[in-house]
């Protein structure tokens, strides 16, 4: 939502912002139901809630998007979707940030990114260093919560790995902005968890 009002704010003709996961969902029945069943020694999955926690219809998560569309006088246009289901023509800049590791296919997530991108994508994800491995494409897998005791982080690319499966998906260009130069001397001798942030242009 932030980036979206922003891009408006600096000039952006049109905006649209895209959300599922965050707007579906009922937050604090849902923040209850994942304490309940941590509590019973299972490990919740909040993307496959039971159903009762999930209304595309009156997204009642945006509210509080909503709420500051409003205050703003913004046009910014919500759309609830997953990114694989969503049609339209393409965008001349497309944000794609915090997303790609909760998606179960990384790879076709990203072919329509970049069906839907005109131009310029800018991208920002869970990454992972591996001392040694710089040079070789990699994505990290986590079939549970290794993560932050999250279940739905799936995967964790290198730089490497970000870039070349960019490249693959459609994109002619691609520089990381944010990378591996955040990390500490110390952290770069071990595996380490951190965020990269790169543009790819058409």
């Known amino acids: 939502g932030w980036f979206s009002f922003e891009a408006e704010r600096r000039g952006a003709a049109s905006v649209t912002a895209v959300d599922y996961y965050s707007w579906v969902h009922n937050w604090p029945e849902l923040l209850n ?51 694989e289901d969503f049609e339209s023509e393409p965008f001349d800049i497309v944000l794609y940030l915090g997303v790609l590791y909760h998606c179960e296919d990384p790879f076709g997530s990203l072919k329509k990114v970049a069906e839907l991108t005109k131009d310029h994508l800018i991208i920002e994800t869970h990454g992972k260093h591996t001392p040694g491995c710089e040079k070789m494409p990699m994505f990290e897998f986590f079939g549970g919560a290794q993560v932050n005791q999250d279940v739905t982080t799936w995967w964790a690319p290198n730089e490497t790995g970000l870039t070349d499966m960019l490249l693959a998906s459609g994109f002619s260009r691609v520089t990381i902005t944010a990378g591996t130069e955040q990390l500490t001397a110390d952290q770069l001798t071990r595996p380490q968890h951190y965020r990269i942030w790169a543009h790819a242009w058409k």
């Open 33 to 83: 139901w994942v304490r309940e069943e941590r509590s019973a020694g299972r490990v919740p999955n909040p993307y496959a809630p039971p159903s009762h926690l999930m209304d595309a219809e009156t997204a009642p998560g945006r509210l509080v998007f909503d709420t500051i569309r409003e205050i703003l006088g913004s046009k910014v246009k919500p759309v609830v979707s997953r990114v």
